[in-house]
């Protein structure tokens, strides 16, 4: 699969020259509400905390029929707080919900915990698999003016847990995650993959137009923490040890560099530094520019890089 990343004649030049590829925190996009989708409804919450609850219950009274291995820290002490007034008969007085609350209101925890922990470590790189959409080259390609660079690759060593995709445009997330996962097992690797997916690479149906692809992984996450104070019902994260800077750049072999598109108003001038860029650093790509024929947006190939 090729991956088309549009940009100005001057970012390309900066790509080229530096043989890097800047990866973004989504505190840098232009879609104000990127990450701002939660996986489920407040509704769906509450019927899980409720079957979350149960199945604490169950584990309470001996029932062995889950894996108690597998249970986050958070649930083990539930079951063992709900034995312990089993034990003392005072179990028949208690709101599970009281009960509950150190598990995420699914809004407001959920979203913070995303928003303050999470998306200034996320680095993401956005492309698409086509060459020739005009909405793209209107908003990321300087309304034609600049070119479109094609790759097969957006990485020379393979960040650490990657995720990749493609994004997917909604309304009303049909989430792939599931809240009584998160409250079970807390942030295993498979949920927090689940959550990336309905979290990362999801927007908004206004979006459509840019068929975008996305690469994210995170720098370090630092020292994330979140107290409870059970006599006042107050939540608190902190946040600490994170970098500063909100972007990454990722170096990329030259030969994953397969082709430059230009816009339709690309100058000569702006063409031939570009050129002047590849021969510098001795690329191998082919060359084309879109060109309006008789109403009709046409890829013509261009002559090959001077030796």
Not at 272 to 298: H, P, T
């Amino acid at each position: 699969m090729s991956f088309y990343k549009y940009t100005t004649i001057d970012t390309a030049k900066i790509v080229l020259e530096n043989e890097t590829l800047r990866w973004s925190s989504p505190l840098l996009f232009n879609d104000i509400e990127e990450c701002q989708f939660t996986p489920f409804t407040t509704e769906q919450h509450e019927m899980a905390q409720r079957y979350y609850y149960e199945m604490l219950i169950d584990c309470a009274k001996g029932r062995l029929i889950y894996n108690y291995h597998h249970f986050s820290e958070i649930t083990g002490m539930l079951i063992d707080t709900l034995r312990l007034m089993l034990n003392q008969g005072s179990l028949d007085s208690l709101d599970y919900r009281e009960l509950l609350q150190v598990t995420d209101n699914p809004h407001e925890g959920y979203r913070e915990y995303v928003n303050k922990g999470l998306v200034n470590i996320f680095r993401i790189i956005c492309v698409t698999t086509e060459y020739n959409n005009n909405l793209m080259w209107a908003h990321y390609g300087d309304q034609h003016y600049g070119c479109a660079l094609e790759f097969s690759d957006v990485y020379k060593d393979k960040p650490r847990n990657l995720e990749e995709g493609f994004v997917r445009y909604h309304e009303n997330l049909n989430p792939r995650s599931n809240p009584i996962e998160m409250m079970l097992f807390g942030e295993t690797k498979e949920v927090r993959s689940r959550m990336i997916e309905d979290i990362i690479f999801s927007k908004r149906t206004s979006w459509a137009y840019e068929k975008e692809y996305r690469f994210m992984f995170a720098e370090s996450f630092g020292q994330i923490t979140t107290t409870l104070d059970f006599r006042t019902n107050e939540r608190k994260m902190d946040v600490s040890h994170q970098t500063d800077t909100k972007y990454t750049d990722v170096p990329f072999r030259k030969e994953s560099l397969k082709s430059i598109t230009f816009g339709v108003r690309a100058t000569k001038e702006s063409i031939e530094n570009v050129v002047a860029s590849l021969s510098n650093k001795n690329y191998d790509v082919d060359l084309f520019q879109l060109k309006l024929v008789n109403g009709e947006l046409l890829r013509v190939r261009m002559s090959p890089i001077p030796a």
